[in-house]
T-cell receptor
Framework: DAKTTQPPSMDCAEGRAANLPCNHSTISGNEYVYWYRQIHSQGPQYIIH???NNETNEMASLIITEDRKSSTLILPHATLRDTAVYYCIVRVASGRETGNQFYFGTGTSLTVIP | DGGITQSPKYLFRKEGQNVTLSCEQNLNHDAMYWYRQDPGQGLRLIYYSQIVNDFQKGDIAEGYSVSREKKESFPLTVTSAQKNPTAFYLCASREGQGSGYGYTFGSGTRLTVV
């Protein structure tokens, strides 16, 4: 299974960049890396996804290493509202048909400090 | 605006009772999913449906049932056979099955057994 490894928690000062790492060493060549975040008691919110190239949108940037075994989500100017659990996800690719579901681990709990 | 609506947001159930959680989407997505989330843990797949009138068990289907009579609707019934039903339940949909298609989540239903 193409699972991911993330640090359980991180702190970031308000206004600074938050860099959230993720390891996905068993990723397959055609699998995208997705990032979601979940604020307490809400549904996960899509942030960004990518395959090989670095990606940027209005919320964040995604940096994927050349070997695709790891990636980093960058929130360029973290605010208090960015405090949430951040999930790095790669599609489960197993022999059993699972509807190509995403595997959500425990993610990284990011706390933005005033 | 298109999206997924889960209702109710909070639900209380007496032990031994069945209860049905609603999930409706107007995104015209074929695939729909139900996840369960316990405190401090990731999401675990209960059931998923890739097309109308078809659904498959996920990793923790025991004590749950679903139906998919319409494309827009994927209700989840928590039966009395579910031993620990108190949890946060999330519904999601997806436009396609390929790795390039992300999830859209509802806002969740928090079920408490009293």
């Amino acid at each position: 299974d193409a699972k991911t490894t993330q640090p359980p928690s991180m702190d970031c000062a308000e206004g600074r960049a938050a860099n959230l790492p993720c390891n996905h060493s068993t990723i397959s060549g055609n699998e995208y890396v997705y990032w979601y975040r979940q604020i307490h008691s809400q549904g996960p919110q899509y942030i960004i996804h990518g395959l090989k190239n670095n990606e940027t949108n209005e919320m964040a940037s995604l940096i994927i290493t050349e070997d695709r075994k790891s990636s980093t989500l960058i929130l360029p100017h973290a605010t208090l509202r960015d405090t949430a659990v951040y999930y790095c996800i790669v599609r489960v690719a197993s022999g059993r048909e699972t509807g190509n579901q995403f595997y959500f681990g425990t993610g990284t709990s990011l706390t933005v400090i005033p | 605006d298109g999206g997924i609506t889960q209702s109710p947001k909070y639900l209380f159930r007496k032990e031994g009772q069945n209860v049905t959680l609603s999930c409706e989407q107007n995104l015209n997505h074929d695939a729909m999913y139900w996840y369960r989330q316990d405190p401090g843990q990731g999401l675990r797949l209960i059931y998923y449906s890739q097309i109308v009138n078809d659904f498959q068990k996920g990793d923790i289907a025991e004590g749950y049932s679903v139906s998919r009579e319409k494309k827009e609707s994927f209700p989840l019934t928590v039966t009395s056979a579910q031993k620990n039903p108190t949890a946060f339940y999330l519904c999601a949909s997806r436009e396609g099955q390929g790795s390039g298609y992300g999830y859209t989540f509802g806002s969740g239903t928090r079920l408490t057994v009293v």
